[in-house]
């Protein structure tokens, strides 16, 4: 990838950095949706520069790569964020540095961690068994907990609020692989800078 949008967030005392995040990831994820090629890939990637997995935190940075300016402008990301412009900074698209302090692999990490929802899924699929019963037999698994960074977010499909953990992982190496319809990898790398 050779061009890049930085995005940044501008949380005020009504709304919140992460309630922005929410807001804003939706729509990117929209954007990006909207603009897969012929073959249904995604042609685009995100980075989040202020990423700390220690502090469980995102920062209020989001970087969305491209091979071209006309792939990024393609995107027309200025219409489709103006409900948000009061809330975000969008720089014009620059190049990326010749020469990137590294590179890295942002990618969806999923967990069964909602009993509820296990259990609603296990009714669904198993004949005679009532919600009391699935969520009881639930219970007696070990739930997993994580420090990762999330998104809180809403399916547009099913209407149901998720969260979107997203993992960084160092590479040795630039990988060209595809990324997902959330700009997060499938083994593709981005480069940090």
Request: with cysteine; glycine share 4%; proline share 4%.
């Amino acid at each position: 990838m050779n061009k890049y949008m930085e995005l940044s967030i501008k949380p005020t005392p009504e709304i919140g950095l992460y309630t922005l995040w929410g807001l804003l990831y939706s729509k990117i994820h929209l954007v990006l949706v909207k603009n897969k090629n012929k073959d249904c890939e995604i042609n685009y990637a995100v980075s989040f520069p202020e990423y700390q997995t220690e502090s469980n935190i995102l920062g209020s940075k989001l970087r969305i790569f491209a091979y071209s300016t006309e792939e990024l402008k393609g995107l027309r990301l200025e219409q489709e964020l103006e409900k948000l412009s009061e809330y975000i900074y969008l720089t014009d698209i620059l190049d990326i540095p010749k020469n990137p302090s590294s590179h890295s692999i942002y990618r969806r990490v999923q967990f069964k961690t909602s009993i509820e929802r296990l259990a609603r899924r296990r009714v669904r699929k198993i004949p005679g068994i009532t919600l009391d019963e699935a969520i009881q037999e639930l219970n007696n698994l070990k739930t997993t907990k994580t420090n990762l960074p999330y998104i809180q977010m809403k399916s547009l499909s099913s209407n149901q609020t998720f969260s979107l953990f997203i993992e960084k992982i160092t590479a040795d190496r630039i990988i060209t692989e595809k990324f997902n319809s959330y700009g997060l990898s499938i083994g593709g790398t981005v480069p940090e800078f």
